[in-house]
DNA sequence: AATGAATGAGAATTCATTCAT
DNA sequence: AATGAATGAATTCTCATTCAT
């Protein structure tokens, strides 16, 4: 699995990345962009890594590890039950999808980045294992392990599904819906 | 909509463009790589199409035109029952994503495009709509509109996060699963 | 062996090149230095060879066949006599690492490169090769085969000693007196 | 001539230095592999040598300093005949050239830099200096003045292109046979 | 002495596009 | 319609060097 906290210097350079990539995807963000937007200089950049895949990682694995510790999480909160579960899930993952402040709607940039690079598939594959397994742990509360598998894997292959279209409709009321018929399954 | 059927010379460029577009995404295809497959060279792709990109919306053009006479159409066919549409709908889909003869997946270049460059949401989102009628349209035989458009709508998200999926993990049981659950919901 | 005659426009990259390359070596020569040279924009150079190595393969190939055709082929030339045919091909072999006009002394480039990137090795070998059997032609016109053999390997690696000590004592006599010796060996 | 002990810290660094330029040149040798091998940071080299060519310089000097001491000094040994002192030379320099642990065969890295870099000229001709003065001294047990020095001047050359043909070839018989062939001079 | 972050100049390479022929 | 040479701007990456701590 191997997702190491960032350090440091790296963090801001990853967080910045982490924007630009999902504003304007990895190939049309180029190394003077993030460079840029750190207030450092391009070759500063490979100082901490060695490529500009490296540093796609390195942003992969931050959201990763974000949706672990922030996302993920609510699943295995044994004091509330698995209605709540579910939605305090889907109220972490719309935070990082939709942003407030701008309006804007993100993608999936792990997924994005995938399907473009396929060096990436690995990394994010153990992200929707993750997710997947977050899913299917609430659902097990209600729906035995056959049910509960197929109900997690139809959920999350419709929330990415959704993310996709709210992002080329710019609505982001595909994932809200989504979101909400995926809690109603547990009832 | 102005889809128009490709010109004879086109035709091939066009043909060979989706090839390598599905094979290695938008970014990765250099305009070299589609002239050497055309057998021409460089110079020469751009009697045809003023640019990359307007060569890339006559592919998605092509594509789009093709799930409506190969694939949407099953849904207008009334002379079979909404479940025999829904089922040749999803045959024919997956014979455009899943290649028999190599065994690899593809996505859906028009979406991984659009997720990548804004310029092709327009054209991308269109696609969706005649996707989202159609489906919608088979629903309505046993849903009311209400229910229909949301079932539609679900079934669209759900499908195509089952794409994605079964590309990231190189597994076509992610289409197929969904497609056998969309049937279902005319049971 | 391989060794192609350079087309029209690559022609003038290559003699270019090569000035450069003796000049200043592999190392110290840009693509921007070369293309300046020719009057081109670097870019323009990959239009005719992939790549710096590449380029410097068609430079090294250019330089094996002008000895084959101008410096070797006195060894084959059965009109004259043996110590005239080493005469000539020292004599041709001279005006290439001596520059006449600038007085400046040239290193074998291909020795140069080969020793410091070794995937210019397999490509020098065919040139020590050739240059190895016309001496060895040449001394067999006197001796038998055994010791032909010992004095062209033994000729070889004085001429190339010599060329090197010329360059780095700026001192041409290096060479001469080495081949006023190896054309001696005759009487 | 200036040629001083490296102090301490700075020793382990030229020696360092020393194999990885033997190994990849010069140029191929970047001042953050010198600083790794030595298990230090890039910058501390700053600490020792003002560049990289200063260190370039030390190394060179370091070689001559164990010619010097280890090679031509057998020329001067007044207890042994000619011949043994032109084979303990001999076998000395063999050491250098051929790693016998590792199998591999070394150059001249003296000769190749300055070949490459001509700021290193001037010390590299120190070396042949001291190297053919050595060689010299030995002949002159047995021939003239005058012949002594074409003799020494020829030896020297030989070497030197037979350790580069060596090099190329991946053969170190082109070495031995050239010193048991110098040695035979004094026959 | 040593660190490690940053510099800044320059390198090779890519690529969509243009255009005279 | 097609060629093929050339463009020019951008891009990733390298690397010797500096310097505050």
Known sequence: MNIEKPKKGEQAIIINSLKLFRQQSFHNTSMEDIAKSCGILKG?????FKSKEDLMFRVI??????FKEEVFIHAYNDKISAKQKLKKLCDASELVFFDKKTGKLYGNIGVES????????PIIREFFQDFFNAVKHIYKEKYGE???NELAERSVAEVEGSIMLARIFNDKTYITNTHKRIIARLE
Not at 44 to 48: E, N, V, W
Not at 61 to 66: G, K, P
Request: hydrophobic fraction near 50%; charged fraction near 10%; aromatic fraction near 22%.
């Open 44 to 48: 500063s950049l490979y100082h901490y």
């Open 61 to 66: 694995s931050f959201v990763h590890l974000y």
């Open 114 to 121: 995938a399907l473009v690079v396929p060096e990436f598939n």
């Open 146 to 148: 056959k049910i509960a």
